[in-house]
């Protein structure tokens, strides 16, 4: 078993990395607009899978430092879609940390997919099945529309000609074309989470305005860091942000996806190289390629911009989820010595400077 999940999240990133990178360096810029008034905080959750509680603690940290008093729109893509939903029941007190932090460390690798030796991708249905309990029953929460916060998640389609135009950013407001508050809330969750080779694309029933066919990951192409569905919100709303907050999890290192490719048997590590790629590429590469990406298409924007990852030690495998307990107390106790960092300062620095 653990062979098998160490197989799902190497060759998953090996796919993401390579096509996420690629068009976070080609995307053609939206313009940035500056706005006769500001108004907020936007918070960016990025893609975690199984570090989804890394997030979780750093959001649990900036809420209870005051962070997220005036919070106006959340992006998130990926297991940062499922964080984005998370916050937006608990900032509108319908849901606490404390239940949040009791289902984290309630959940495993079987909470998610069946643990078969099958070949990939893996069935979801228990994930499926997690979702529609907590968002239906607990939290009455049925479509888009029922966010009380303007948010946006972002999936990738699969059946468009044109691979720049995959990401779609799916708002409760229609602060683009696609948008549609009428949506099904679990399945745009577990389209945004689908990520490839690794889970099963997934469908959107009774939609008008996406392409027909299947969706997966929002984090693969463009949307590898959600900042471009803030500023469609800034257009939408005819109003800037006083601040943008992007959080992350731990980055890959390194040492981490050697390891993981020498347990799965891949001891040739050259051969990664001759594919172009390499583990740097897909350790910290594309993050930093988004960061970059922002402060050249949105240069207002970024200098208001802070990053908030979490520098803990250990190596938590993507699709390993029976540790989310560990992964959310080391993320809690680093998070309370360290507060998010200037995007310039964060870029100038690299993570040492957390460290």
Not at 27 to 35: G, L, V
Not at 88 to 115: C, D, E, G
Request: glycine share 4%.
């Amino acid at each position: 078993m653990r062979r098998f999940l160490q197989s799902i999240g190497v060759l998953a990133c090996l796919i993401g990395a390579t096509i996420g990178l690629y068009y976070i360096l080609r995307q053609a810029p939206e313009p940035e607009e500056t706005m006769d008034r500001s108004e907020g905080t936007a918070i960016v959750i990025t893609g975690a899978a199984a570090r989804i509680s890394q997030e979780a603690a750093l959001l649990e940290q900036l809420y209870n430092t005051g962070e997220l008093k005036n919070v106006t729109f959340i992006s998130g893509v990926s297991s940062g879609a499922l964080n984005a939903v998370i916050l937006n029941a608990i900032l509108s007190r319908k849901y606490t940390w404390k239940r949040y932090r009791n289902l984290l460390y309630s959940m495993n690798n079987q909470s998610v997919f069946y643990s078969t030796e099958q070949p990939l991708p893996v069935n979801t249905d228990p994930l499926r099945k997690l979702l529609t309990t907590v968002l239906h029953d607990t939290l009455r929460y049925f479509k888009l529309k029922d966010l009380p916060y303007p948010t946006s998640l972002s999936i990738v389609s699969l059946n468009i000609k044109s691979w720049a135009d995959h990401t779609f950013r799916l708002c409760n407001l229609k602060i683009n074309l696609e948008s549609d508050p009428e949506l099904d809330l679990v399945e745009v969750l577990m389209a945004s989470s689908a990520f490839p080779l690794a889970f099963p694309p997934v469908r959107i029933s009774k939609n008008s305005t996406l392409p027909s066919g299947r969706f997966i990951d929002g984090g693969t192409i463009a949307d590898y860091i959600p900042y471009r569905a803030v500023l469609e919100f800034e257009k939408f709303s005819r109003h800037n942000v006083n601040r943008m907050i992007i959080v992350s999890r731990k980055l890959d290192t390194n040492e981490g996806l050697k390891s993981e490719l020498l347990n799965m048997g891949i001891n040739r590590l050259d051969l990664v190289d001759k594919l172009g790629i390499t583990l740097e590429d897909l350790a910290q590469r594309s993050f930093f390629s988004g960061l970059e990406s922002l402060m050249k298409e949105a240069p207002v924007l970024s200098e208001k911009t802070l990053i908030y990852l979490p520098a803990i030690p250990g190596e938590y495998p993507l699709f390993d989820f029976n540790n989310l307990k560990e992964q959310y107390l080391a993320s809690r106790e680093w998070a309370r010595l360290h507060k998010p960092l200037a995007l310039a300062d964060f870029l100038k620095n690299g993570i040492s400077i957390y460290e």
